[in-house]
Each structure stands twice: as structure tokens, then as C-alpha cells.
């Protein structure tokens, strides 16, 4: 089917960026919608962006809007996730997920797909 592969995390300080990758392989023509989620310890697991592959848009949620940026590499089948102004609230294990449903997906259940999650750590 679909398989995805994040990688990119690591420990930065607060204020500073992290560029985080998700690369597809498998039958991605299956994919209408790649994003990203996030779960903090102790936490529920939280939407961050969605961005649709064949229209082009990205969706993100209010708590990273204007700090977080969508972009894609087509001929590597990679999602970029480009992370400015980390804050410590930001630390969390983020998810690459994808959707093969018409509805834009704004929550967990909404997705097929899940990478197993790259580690991010904001410190103060």
C-alpha cells in the first residue's frame, strides 16, 4: 500500500527551525492528502498541517500557523514539514499520515496511513 517514512527531529532551542521530511513509496497515487500530527507526552495525538496533493492547498492549525510550512518534492515523493520559532510546547512526536478519503482530514481517524514518528524536543 502506502508506506511513510519521517525523518528530521532532533533537540534545537527555542526560537530556532527544524526541517522535518516525510518520503513516500508504494501506491501513492492512493494518497489525496499527506500531513502531519503531533503527540506531546501525556497528551491526545493533535492535527499540525494537511496539505492536498492534487489541488494543492494546506491546512494548518491555529497553534503553528505562520511558524510551520507545507512544501513538497514531487520527484522524490517527499513532504516537507519546515519548522521556524520553535517553542517548547512544540515538543512532541510528530507524524507523517495520509489519506486516501475525498474528505478533507482534519483529526487522526481521517487517516490511512501513518509513518512511526520522528522526535522533536524544544528546549527553553
Known amino acids: 500500500q502506502v508506506q511513510l517514512v519521517e525523518s528530521g527531529g532532533g533537540l534545537v532551542q527555542a526560537g530556532g527551525s527544524l526541517r522535518l521530511s516525510c518520503a513516500a513509496s508504494g501506491r501513492t497515487s492512493l494518497m489525496r492528502y499527506v500531513g502531519w500530527f503531533r503527540q506531546a507526552p501525556g497528551k491526545e495525538r493533535e492535527f499540525v498541517a494537511t496539505h492536498s496533493w492534487s489541488l494543492g492547498r494546506t491546512y494548518y492549525a491555529d497553534s503553528v500557523k505562520g511558524r510551520f510550512t507545507i512544501s513538497r518534492d514531487n520527484a522524490k515523493n517527499t513532504v516537507y514539514l519546515q519548522m521556524n520559532s520553535l517553542k517548547p510546547e512544540d515538543t512532541a512526536v510528530y507524524y507523517c499520515?495520509?489519506?486516501?478519503?475525498?474528505?478533507?482530514?482534519?483529526?487522526?481517524?481521517?487517516?490511512?496511513?501513518w509513518g512511526k514518528g520522528t522526535l522533536v524536543t524544544v528546549s527553553s
Open positions: 499520515a495520509a489519506s486516501k478519503k475525498i474528505g478533507l482530514p482534519l483529526d487522526s481517524d481521517g487517516m490511512d496511513y
